[in-house]
């Protein structure tokens, strides 16, 4: 079993900037790709930013330019730093990873919890 434990949100003045990262734990074979995806109130879920483990990296859309995905391989950690926040950025952020638990074992993807990040006009 594999835990992801999120920290870094909170509340932030728009144009201001957090940094959230994302540590995983656990029994860990291999950690191969990692995202952070955000759910707003009354939306679906969406992919943020992804990184593969080569630090392959892929963003929506509305964050280019403003976020930075990066991941630590040894610490099993990927981080989140976004900039020039705005207030259509406020939502719950969830850290994803996809495991493998052995060589021939599938991959399954794990969750964190979630962080609050809210953004100010």
């Known amino acids: 079993q594999v835990q992801l434990v999120e920290s870094g949100g909170g509340l932030v003045q728009a144009g201001g900037s957090l940094r959230l990262s994302c540590a995983a734990s656990?029994?860990?074979?291999?950690?191969?790709?990692m995202g952070w995806y955000r759910q707003a109130p009354g939306k679906q879920r969406e992919l943020v930013a992804s990184?593969?483990?080569?630090?392959?990296?892929n963003y929506t859309d509305s964050v280019k330019g403003r976020f930075t995905i990066s991941r630590d391989n040894a610490k099993n950690t990927v981080y989140l730093q976004m900039n020039s926040l705005k207030p259509e950025d406020t939502a719950v952020y969830y850290c994803?990873?996809?495991?493998?638990?052995?060589?021939?074992?599938?991959?399954?993807?794990?969750w964190g919890q979630g962080t609050q990040v809210t953004v100010s006009s």
């Open positions: 994803n990873a996809d495991h493998r638990g052995s060589v021939t074992a599938n991959l399954v993807a794990y």
């Open positions: 990184i593969t483990r080569g630090s392959i990296t």
């Open positions: 656990g029994r860990i074979f291999i950690i191969y790709a």
